[in-house]
């Protein structure tokens, strides 16, 4: 499920790098309060994708659900250290929370490392709903 979610929206990032006309494909979502446990479940994941889970400080963070998919989108920001051990600063990630029954999960689409990245994931989550990250 997780290489499912992880395809598809690596797919939706790339698509956002192109011009032109938007992508149909993305149905702007409902804005949606992230509760604490969705928080913390989108804090670890997100952690865990960093080169030093425990440096992570966490920046603004929303979501949208998309009410023909009910595809729950998170976007926001992340400051971790780099292997040499400093801070990069602020950087945008995207992914989606999955639930069954009483737990939920983040799955992460990406994490920007670059400005081509920046771009395409602040594309997407405006695509998305999502326009103040």
């Known amino acids: 499920m997780k290489q499912v979610i992880s395809v598809v929206f690596g797919s939706c990032v790339l698509c956002a790098c192109q011009t032109g006309e938007p992508s149909s494909n ?7 309060e992230v509760t604490e446990t969705q928080r913390k479940s989108v ?3 997100v952690a865990q994708n960093l080169k030093d889970p425990y440096s992570a400080k966490f920046g603004p963070m929303q979501a949208t659900v998309d009410l023909t998919t009910s595809v729950t989108t998170v976007c926001g ?9 400093g801070y990069v600063g602020m950087k945008p990630y995207i992914g989606v929370l999955v639930s069954s029954g009483e737990s939920t999960e983040f ?3 990406n994490i920007a490392s670059s400005a081509t990245e920046i771009r395409a994931i602040k594309t ?5 709903g999502i326009t103040s990250i």
């Open 107 to 109: 799955v992460v689409a």
């Open 26 to 32: 993305i149905t702007p979502g409902v804005p949606q």
């Open 77 to 85: 920001y992340v400051n971790a250290k780099n292997s040499y051990g």
């Open 124 to 128: 997407v989550c405006a695509r998305s």
């Open 43 to 45: 804090e670890k994941s």
